[in-house]
């Protein structure tokens, strides 16, 4: 079965950068869309961006659009979420999820993803 463990978190200023790194293990990735969600304290988790199987499709939700960039290697079983232009309000624990359906392209929605990992905190302060 395929496991995921995110890593990169980390304190960071305003308008800084991080680079988030998501793992697999025990099964090759490459045949999965993956997505990055989002949860602040008190908040609803919520979907960042995802990337297709190859790699070739990706998507951004709007708060996150011309700032983030979602990138994979397959060949190392790691998904990367590159965070530019940091704010305040990027500041929570950052999950990274496989759809293991395989579904063709990627789509940032909770329910199609069955993998998630542990999480990572993200905290950026003004």
Known sequence: QLHLAESGGDMAQSGGSLRL?????????????????????GKEREGVSCISSSGESTDYVDAVKGRFIISRDNAKNMVYLQMNSLKSEDTAVYYCAADLSASPGCKIMAGLYDAWGQGTQVTVSS
Do not use: K, T, V
């Not at 790194?21 to 304290?41: E, G, H, K, T, V």
């Open 21 to 41: 790194s998501c793992l697999a293990s025990d099964y090759p990735m490459d045949s999965f869309p993956i997505a990055w969600f989002r949860q602040a304290p």
